[in-house]
């Protein structure tokens, strides 16, 4: 699945999830842990607020005999309280934990250069061409970093981009990292997301250092910038750039 598959189904989750708690701030969770307490899941809360321990219990717990059942008739003068929560929200929480880890999963890339100023060429047609990536100046021997995990598949010099790592990861995705001064893995390398891998370079056919990077769907050239995180360092027009 593409990250912005993902994103999207994120959004979905949350939107449909969170709909019947919108109005309410998250009073409680300030974890996703849950609690079992005598055969209840709920968490324990600190009664210091009168007027909140209303708006909790109508808000999240199964019903006020419940949390009677298990505080005490006197559990408003008591210092902490447990609230056993409605199924509902238990619901909300798991699936919220559920949509949280779709979007930290391994698949979502980082920048391969930790610090840059900008993009100095974009994805698409240039000069009668297409360009297949795009290219981020840095200083040489700046370190490269992979994306993502994956495994090298190729280290190789070309005429054109000079030395290129390329690098596969899950779901027929790969990287390639071109006219670098240093490659740092071998091929069949098994990496982490933010290993270093090379470092930044000029070899090839290039006009200064910089980093041209590639992201692919097998052969098929993709937009690096639909997989990559929001930069304020690039210009919001690449982000809106029509493709022709
Ligand atoms: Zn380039």
């Not at 090839?204 to 997989?227: A, I, K, Q, Y």
């Amino acid at each position: 699945m593409s990250n912005k598959a993902k994103a999207k189904i994120f959004i979905i989750c949350l939107v449909l999830l969170a709909y019947p708690f919108l109005n309410a701030k998250d009073l409680l969770l300030k974890s996703n842990k849950l609690v079992e307490y005598k055969g209840y899941t709920g968490q324990w809360i600190d009664n210091n607020n009168p007027d909140e321990l209303d708006k909790i219990i109508s808000l999240y717990s199964s019903g006020e005999r419940d949390v009677i059942s298990l505080n005490g008739s006197d559990y408003k003068l008591k210092d902490t309280i447990f609230i056993p929560f409605s199924q509902s929200y238990i619901a909300f929480i798991k699936n919220k934990v559920a949509c949280s880890n779709i979007i930290e999963t391994e698949d979502d890339f980082i920048w391969p250069l930790e610090n840059f100023d900008r993009i100095s060429s974009s994805f698409g047609r240039r000069w009668g061409s297409f360009h297949e990536g795009i290219d981020i100046p840095a200083p040489r021997g700046t370190p490269i970093l992979a994306v993502s995990g994956g495994r090298v598949i190729t280290t190789t010099y070309s005429g054109n981009l000079g030395y290129i790592v390329t690098i596969e990861h899950r779901e027929n995705i790969y990287t390639r990292y071109c006219h670098c001064s240093k490659i740092e893995v071998k091929e069949g390398d098994i990496v982490k997301k933010g290993d270093l891998i090379a470092r930044v370079g000029s070899t090839g056919n290039s006009t200064g250092n910089h980093l041209h990077f590639e992201v692919r769907f097998g052969e098929f050239p993709l937009n690096p910038l639909d997989f990559l995180p929001f930069s304020p360092k690039v210009k919001e027009t690449l982000y809106l750039k029509k493709m022709d």
